[in-house]
């Protein structure tokens, strides 16, 4: 088994702003994967006092704004989209690529990442002596780019971050550098720019070499790049910064509604002249302390034996309906910042689900879907053309270069949703100015012309099985 040897956390930056932005997209990355524990203990630290801190206990990670406000909005690929080419043939072909391949199973991961870190990629591969299509994801904070200046936010050129095993057998991080701009190359690289290429790949892949090409021998790069929206820049990766650091403040808060709602939540009962009995010192701060409890009886003893002892009562701690109200509050302003109108957040008072109460309204998140559409259909498109051009050229197909694009189909309709829906185009119809393939198209999310073919399969079926019996 590989030696670990002494394997960083993280790669080397290869500058100071790239250091910060994957800093920045790793902690979204975090928070998106679960392991942001160490970043809430780190923003507690900040805001509370370390003895108060000890006393909350555990940190509250049940909580998650980032998490569910970006799950809630990668709807794109909930269905399978529709992949389009004037090749019908190659249509189907290409269909059953991606299928096997698991490519919309790994969009729906690529868009939360890309949503959360503002860009993402996916890179296509052809492996094995039976060449099968490999798609794998990029986070943000595992990229290096360079853009044309002349279309600033397109790669050019594109590092990859990865762990591979050294040639002395130990985890390295090492880089994959592909680039189109002027004589093309593929090298890897270790993160310190240690050349590894020959051992890795077998051999040069540089200049006439270089292996991803169209047709006609333009150099490509085998990336789909996605941004959550563009900007004219490659990079917006502090977009949204406002989220990140508020979930973060959010599960604090959580973290201390926890503390009164099991520390704080009943009244607390006092005496005067009077000493709590059985105290410990406790070995971190030195206080002396006795765990209570509603229901516990405190054994308490006279401080002064000739003065008569004072019982008395103060109220709860906190009111942990209030408490939690205004997080709750806090955490919806939260969302309306981030890619979200007001209008498309609903509050589910005296719901169970209102313990969290951000929730997306569905025309909330086709309002979403609509706005991410145009960003995601420019990296799938190119996505498909790479996929085409290094079957082409790895696995002797034959697919068309150009020309490719999808068709996403819209969230269902919940059945209140339908029959809005039904009604108002039911009126249109009456008026002569919508047809039924527009309605249906509607209701099912799928495109005009797949609506006609769907009906006139219906008007098959019901003349072969709507015939009365004899």
Request: charged residues 25%; negative net charge; hydrophobic residues 35%.
């Amino acid at each position: 088994m590989p030696n670990i040897g002494t394997l960083n956390q993280y790669p080397i930056a290869p500058d100071s702003m790239t250091a910060a932005r994957w800093d920045e997209s790793r902690k979204r990355r975090r928070l998106l994967e679960g392991t942001w524990l160490e970043d809430l203990k780190a923003q507690i630290a900040k805001e509370i006092d370390a003895s108060r801190a000890a006393m909350w206990k555990s940190p509250d990670l049940t909580k998650n704004v980032l998490r569910s406000i970006v799950t809630q909005l990668s709807v794109l690929y909930d269905q399978s989209p529709i992949v389009n080419n004037p090749d019908s043939g190659a249509v189907d072909e290409m269909r059953r690529l991606t299928r096997d391949a698991g490519l919309w199973q790994l969009a729906t991961y690529n868009q939360q990442l890309c949503i959360a870190q503002r860009e993402s990629a996916i890179r296509v591969d052809v492996v094995g002596d039976e060449p099968r299509l490999l798609y794998r994801v990029i986070p943000a904070d595992l990229i290096w780019c360079r853009a044309d200046p002349d279309d600033p936010d397109e790669p050019i050129e594109f590092w990859e971050y990865r762990i591979r095993t050294s040639p002395e057998g130990e985890k390295i991080w090492t880089r994959d550098m592909l680039s189109v701009d002027g004589d093309p190359f593929y090298r890897v690289e270790t993160d310190e720019g240690r050349d590894l290429t020959a051992y890795y790949l077998g051999g040069d892949f540089s200049g006439e070499r270089y292996p991803y090409r169209k047709a006609d021998g333009t150099p490509i790069l085998p990336i789909g790049f996605y941004h959550a929206k563009r900007t004219g820049k490659l990079w917006d990766s502090f977009t949204g910064n406002e989220l990140c650091s508020g979930s973060l403040r959010v599960a604090v808060f959580w973290s201390f509604f926890a503390h009164v709602l099991r520390d704080c939540s009943w009244p607390q009962r006092y005496f005067i002249n009077a000493q709590v009995l059985g105290l410990k010192a406790d070995s971190s701060t030195g206080e002396a302390r006795i765990a209570t409890d509603p229901a516990s009886v405190l054994n308490l003893g006279a401080s002064d034996p000739g003065v008569s002892a004072t019982a008395g009562q103060f109220e709860a701690g906190g009111d942990p309906e209030a408490i939690g109200r205004a997080i709750r509050d806090y955490s919806a302003d939260l969302a309306a910042d981030y890619d979200i109108t007001p209008a498309d957040i609903q509050r589910a008072s005296g719901d169970a689900r209102s313990g969290f109460a951000i929730f997306l309204t569905r025309e909330g998140q086709r309002h979403a879907q609509r706005r991410y559409e145009p960003n995601f259909q420019r990296g799938d498109s190119h996505l498909l053309m790479a996929t085409a051009c290094l079957m082409n050229r790895l696995a002797g197909a034959s697919l068309p270069e150009s020309e490719w694009s999808l068709t996403y189909n819209g969230l269902p309709l919940s059945i209140e949703e339908a029959k809005q829906l039904i009604n108002s185009y039911q009126a249109r119809m009456d008026l002569g100015i919508m047809s039924k393939p527009q309605l249906l198209a509607a209701l099912d999310g799928i495109t005009e012309e797949e609506a006609r073919i769907r009906l006139r399969e219906v008007l098959i079926d019901n003349a072969e099985f709507n015939q009365p019996q004899e």
